[in-house]
């Protein structure tokens, strides 16, 4: 079936090995109507400040109409684009304009549930013996499937919500206003495979697809991660193979990552799914000045086939999710990354990445220096590049979807509207708000952190080794210093960090290298080759080397 | 290794790697490869049961062991221990063992933990014997945690066991302890014990490491130290002691004469600070209180036959020496009233033993000649006691000890008389 | 003749004279030189024992039991007694020295005499001091140690031990001092040899238990007493 399985065939099928994505919300990236809203004409004018960026990827959240009760993954018509973000055309437009700028656009497929104003479900409910009855899962009781675990646990009480106008339950994993899909019934997934071409036939690069895990139900299982919902994807994939190659599927399973590993199956399902416990054990690390969280994660990440890639992150548009860890993790993470209650959400914090190292340059210079050194391909959430602040008083997980902060003038150079009217209100504090954190003035500026992400994807970019090469971790006896050696071939990078806050020597067993000239990749400095001696290494606090190893 | 350098290159190696710590647990071992498994495992268990979130390290110091006690301990290296995920430390957790160099003793071994931990910052500090067949993680929490969570500089152990056991303890050691210093403290010998950075880097200025006392009485030091030095106590439970028998450790006689001699030239060498006290204070339980009757069963006790008898006769020349008159008359009076079973009671054992201090203070013969003099009194005595105690229940029995302490501390003027007349 | 008599007179008178006028200034040296010896032995025996006292080495002198033997015998304690001792060992050179001056040839005779015994009668004291110490020590040492480890008769023993140490000093004292060194050699073999003997017979004939014990004792299967069994730490 698959040319797009196939590696050698043609490497550009593979770009996302390689990608840096970028994750962004139409809604609150740039208004162009003075609507208070983000829109796609909008985005179209910033394309050029993200191609500057260096990423090679945008990946949009839900652009679809929605009554909005879940920040558009409520979805009410996956044909259309929601009227306050444009047109199709807008969004036709737009698809050019990024392509043209070698930006590849993924967006968003909500697969597991509907938002209940959507057609079908309207359908659904209005009599039992509706053909679009059987699209949903229904039941007379609400013991079905009783040992499945809630998700929204501050939020929902039950998976199954009561619909008075047809007498019934009807199952949701996630909030009670997102019907579940029946995927036992073939014609969801026609109907969903017609969804997807249609973007497809548009142009569209690729799906982030939502809540994977939790298609199928099957009574006595957990309901998650059934070899039903296999099938189902499978059967997705074969279609995507089949008519549109080089396209790429995304899976969202917040799970550990053995767990995860199913999802790629044989390369015959998903392209690419996130890592979710590597970004948690990454701050882990940093916080506890010790690399063992993030050592045990990667080395306990099973094999994934050549044609499939990691997504790591630090942050996304979600809560940082403490919901694969131990009980004593979690209460770790909360005392040293949340003590403000508020900003808990869920199983998790709710907070952006420059507020949650506390705006410490240096933390999040070595936080990112971590992720785009990793296997995978780093996503870079908007905002975090130039260290946008949160408003964890915004309720859900709105606080981290604020404007994104363009200058330090009216409405940050979001929108022309009145401030009254935006989306979301922006963040205003003097520590992170719009005046002081800002794109225009960190373009002014060659040392602020919007110009050392550039350089930082750039160096990322130059290089395949850190997309595609293997990890070998060097563990020295200083357990604050994380040091890995990424292998491709004859080309080899090895990454040194200091996680703690303090100056630390460290020295490294690099006999194997001996005879190779460390070349530091960002100032392209010489360091003394090394030889048969332990290489001692000192490291500032927060410091990170990246070092190309060369023969000469 | 630099010169005059306690710690060796390797271990400031080490040191550096670890950097600083929260946690640390010393362990002095000398030829212990068959206990120091369990003891070792014991540690990280509690590293990761009750400090999942401090920065930890085991360090052993070793006085040149030739059984492979150093593998054993370099073999647990920081990744096997994740047996229990729910349980799991969140850090790397590392494991030292060091040779220690100097006097052979636990003396040095200690010098060198207390070192490395003062290097390393450590905020609390526990140290086990490595022939403790009956440690558990409990052990370290109880040690460490009234200094991690309590601020106390010193933390002593009780240990539970039957009133009747352990009688060079109950009968001398506690007893004269508690009267001398005015401190009660249930075991002024613990071979375990916890203590904070504060402590420690007292005890490395002191000049005690090289002295003799380091070398079999430092755990008794230690507790004076803590106690004399204003530092804040407190004892904890930890359950029962059960040390592994091993070939190669020294006799009763040998361990007598190592106990009663430290006890003697601790009390010595601190007399200004105790001399003038009067009475006794408590020192306060951190964690559960002790339940007073103590696991453990009641040694069994067979007739102590004629020997106290003879051996009296046989020391005469000696103990004239070092008793007063009337103390030995009465000795002998004791001694021929009950052949097969004497009485020995509270006030003439105390007389006893002050007199015997005095005479060591005094110096009327050689030192270990002193203490060596004082077996056969004491086993005498503890005879005498566990005969005339086997019948009655833990708390019965712990009544009649406290009564002795009492004694003790009731006779204390007299100490000091005898103390004083030779100075 | 009378003026034989007195030329005679006169000359005796004259040698006399002569001899006095000889003589007396050598008496004076003598008397001032036994004078200042006599001092100075007073002002070194107030040195030795104000150093001896901060030495104090009256405690040593009861610790190693010669400060008993000192009273035994009826003599001051320790430092006076080396205190005296040194007085007149010095105030007795002294005087010698003093005497020299003199002239007389028979008092020459004697004071070589005196010379060369005074270093071997100091060494004789020594050894006997020495020995005394040891024995009392080894003594007391053998008492306790039998004693703690139940041996049998631990008087009879470590009696034995103080007076073979004893008698063996004795002997290089005497031969030190080199008085009727046959007689007394002869005496103390036959008596060396007739304790050793006696030590033999009564090992053999007797000391079968006594050799099990100490056997026992090194390699023990349980030991013997009630009080031993129980654990005293």
Sequence with gaps: MNGAANGSADPDLLWYRDAVIYQLHVKTFADSNSDGIGDFKGLTGKLDYLRDLGVDCLWLMPMYPSPFRDDGYDIADYYSIHPSYGTLDDFREFLDAAHARRLRVVTELVLNHTSDQHAWFKQARSARDDPRRDWYVWSDTDDRYSGVRIIFLDTERSNWAWDPQSKAYYWHRFFHHQPDLNYDNPAVREEMWKVMSFWLELGVDGFRVDAVPYLIEREGTSCENLPETHAVIRWLRSQLDAHFPGRMLLAEANQPPELVRPYFGEGDEFHMAFHFPLMTRMFMAVRLEDRKPLVDVVERTPEIPATCQWGIFLRNHDELTLEMVTEIEREFMYEEYARDPVSRLNLGIRRRLAPLLEGDRRRIELMNGIVMSMPGSPIIYYGDEIGMGDNIYLGDRNGVRTPMQWTGGWNAGFSTADPERLAQPLISNPLFGYQAVNVESQLRADHTLLNWMRRLVSVRKSSHVFSRGSTTFLKPANHRVLAYLRTLGKEQVLVVCNLSSSAQAVELDLRSLAGALPIEMFGKSMFPRIGELPYILTLGPYDFFWFRLRRV | ?423 | MAQMIADAVSQATRNFVDSLAIFLPKLVTTISIIVVGWLIAIVLRTAVRTVLRWLSFNAWAERSGVASLLKSAGLPVADVAVGAMVFWLVFLGFLLSGIDVLGFPALQGLLAGFAAFVPRLLVALVILIVAFVVANFAWRATLLAAVNARIPSPRLLSGAVRWLILILAGAMALEQIAVARTVVLTALAIAFGAVMLGIAIAFGLGGRGIARRILEHQFPERERSGVDEISHL
């Design chain 2, 1 to 423: 290794m630099a010169e005059g350098s306690l710690l060796s290159d390797e271990l400031l190696r080490h040191l550096m790697a670890v950097g600083q710590v929260d946690v640390l647990v010393g362990v002095p071992t000398l030829n212990n490869a068959s206990t120091i498994g369990g003891v070792v495992n014991a540690v990280h268990q509690a590293f990761g049961k009750y400090f999942p979130r401090d920065r930890t390290v085991l360090i052993n110091s070793d006085g040149g062991s030739v059984d492979g006690t150093q593998d054993v301990i370099r073999g647990r290296s920081q990744d096997q221990t994740e047996t229990v995920t729910v349980s799991h430390a969140l850090r790397t957790t590392h494991s030292i063992s060091t040779p220690y160099h100097g006097v052979p003793g636990k003396g040095s071994a200690l010098r060198q933990i207390m070192t490395a931990a003062d290097l390393a910052q450590a905020k609390a500090v526990a140290v086990l014997d490595a022939d403790v067949a009956s440690a558990t993680p409990e052990w370290v929490a109880s040690l460490v945690q009234p200094v991690r969570n309590q601020q106390f500089d010193y933390v002593a152990p009780i240990y539970s066991r039957h009133p009747l056991d352990s009688p060079l303890i109950t009968q001398l050691v506690r007893p004269l302890f508690r009267a001398a210093s005015g401190w009660q403290v249930r075991e002024p010998l613990a071979a375990e014990f916890g203590c904070s950075n504060r402590f420690l880097a007292h005890c490395l200025e002191q000049n005690v490491w090289d002295n003799e006392l380091a070398r079999y009485g430092i755990d008794l030091w230690l507790t004076a130290t803590a106690l004399y030095g204003g530092f804040r106590c407190c004892q904890t439970m930890v359950g029962p002691r059960v040390a592994a028998a091993a070939p190669g450790r020294p006799g009763f006689r040998e361990v007598f004469q190592q106990v009663v001699g430290s006890v003697f030239l601790l009390l010595e060498q601190q007399a200004s600070s105790w001399v003038t006290r009067v009475g006794s204070e408590q020192i306060p339980i951190a964690g559960p209180a002790a339940d007073g009757k103590g696991d453990g069963q009641a040694p069994g006790v067979s007739r102590l036959g004629s020997t106290f008898r003879d051996d009296l006769r046989n020391l005469e020349s000696v103990l004239r020496a070092i008793l007063g008159e009337g103390t030995l008359r009465e000795l002998n009076a004791i001694a021929e009233a009950g052949v097969e079973e004497i009485r020995y009671p509270d006030a003439l054992w105390v007389r006893t033993v002050y007199e015997f201090m005095g005479a060591f203070h005094r110096g009327v013969m050689r030192r270990e000649h002193v203490t060596q003099a004082l077996i056969p009194l004491y086993l005498g005595r503890t005879g005498s006691f566990l005969v005339e105690q086997s019948s009655r229940n833990p708390a019965e029995v712990e009544g009649a000890l406290e009564a002795l302490c009492v004694e003790f501390e009731r006779a204390k003027p007299s100490l000091v008389q005898y103390w004083n007349q030779a100075t």
